[in-house]
């Protein structure tokens, strides 16, 4: 089956929120490691907000079907209105920065925040191929160099392997947080950042 990958952004990306949704349901339904119950509707209004704040994607398709999908957020420090800065992702970015200090003298940001794959197409390599493609967008649109974080779940084994092979290093930052607007007490995640540095 031929498999296609495509960058998103805007009114395109909107288009593509329920079946991003979906894709979310059954991946974490398949996955080990998310043992909670999610609404669909809380999902899909978070990442209305994000995309409101100016979340892109890059997804792959085999066929009309949604397999995968990769979300980012980006912020550029000289430009970003106040507005802008408010945004979650734009203070994951401002917190993780803080831990690198100011030695690489970039001012451009991405944040990738979710990589899901259906789990009838894991272990084929498309995690890594939306990923090669988002950091080589970022890397094209962003000359003078940009710094991407990510976190992850500190016992989500294939992430972490995906990042490392992808160069990604610790911050050294540790969360511990709630797994999903809406989900009981007592459900949290101890996520760990991740940064990488292209330039
Ligand atoms: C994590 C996830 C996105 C990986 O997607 P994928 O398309 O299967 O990943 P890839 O085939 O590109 O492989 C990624 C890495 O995981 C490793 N991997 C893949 N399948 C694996 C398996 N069954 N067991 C152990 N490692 C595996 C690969 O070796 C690869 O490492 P490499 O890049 O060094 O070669 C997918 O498993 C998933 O959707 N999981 C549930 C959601 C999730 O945990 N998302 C990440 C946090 S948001």
Known sequence: MSRKFEHLSGGDLFDYLPS???L???TMLASELFQVEISKEATQERLKRELEM???ATVAREEY?????????????DTESPHEMLSFK???????LKSLGKTHHISDFAFLSRTFVDPDCQGKGVAKEMRQQTLARLKEDHPDGVIVFTNHQSNNTRIIRSSISLGFKQTGIKQTWQAIEGASAGEYLNNEYWYLVLK
Do not use: N, P, W
């Not at 990769?70 to 420090?77: I, M, P, R, V």
């Not at 734009?90 to 993780?96: D, N, Q, S």
């Open 54 to 56: 100016g979340m892109q």
């Open 90 to 96: 734009h203070k994951e970015i401002m917190r993780c």
């Open 20 to 22: 991003i949704v979906d």
């Open 65 to 77: 079907k949604l397999v995968g999908v990769t979300t980012y957020s980006e912020l550029d420090l």
């Open 24 to 26: 979310f349901a059954v």
